[in-house]
């Protein structure tokens, strides 16, 4: 029985490293997105402290823009009285006084606007403020989160070339031709396993039913049989 085969056992010791090396590559993989994915997570959350906080700003700024015309306003308003007391012509007083009442409508406008926008400040304030501590926490979190995948990281690529150093030297211990099987095998079939026993007269790689001859061979014969729906190396367990 091929199983029992120390030749073959060889094989199913190199083929269990081969799965174990393409279980820890699968895992490498997985973890260089989680990283990724908790990257952006960190980016999307710092993008959400700028905009709070950006909002704020620019209230800040829009309120000294504010405080500016108000101050001009002011300003226009005194000289055009310090004017009126100048003039001598009551049409010119009159457009003097006329410009005063507009500009001092126009300078309760900007107040009543500022008002405003020093309520928005406040507001704004406390929901930068807030923002800053609650996401400052969660993007800890995730800041953690991301050392313990890149520790895995390591971890899985220590094991890894330490796996691909025995999977090396389980080669040199399998028989030249049955190694040469194994190899083309693993370039025709898509995924592990590659070398799957009979179940039922099913390969249990496909899960499909071979034929008469495959489980002939595989019991008779002292010799890799493939399956002839998958291509796998199937041999039946005793």
Known sequence: MLSNNSDFKELLLLHGRDRRHGKLVEELNLLLEDIQRVEQKILTENESIEIAVSEWKQLESKNNALEKEILEIGEKISKNKIRQLEVKKNEEYKALDSEIISLTNLESIKEDE???????IDDAQSTAQIAQEKIAQKV???????????????????????????????????????????????????????????????????????????ISTALVEQKLTQCDQCGRIVYIER
């Open 140 to 214: 800890e979190g995730l800041v953690q989160q991301k050392k313990n995948f890149e520790e895995r990281m390591l971890k899985v690529r220590s094991e890894i070339l330490d796996l691909e150093k025995e999977i090396e030297k389980a080669r040199q211990s399998v028989e030249v031709e049955m190694l040469r099987t194994y190899e083309r095998v693993k370039k025709v079939v898509s995924r592990a396993p590659y070398i799957a026993p009979l179940k039922d007269q099913k390969c249990s790689g496909c899960n499909l039913r071979v034929s008469n001859d495959v």
């Open 114 to 120: 500022q008002i405003e926008v020093l309520v928005k």
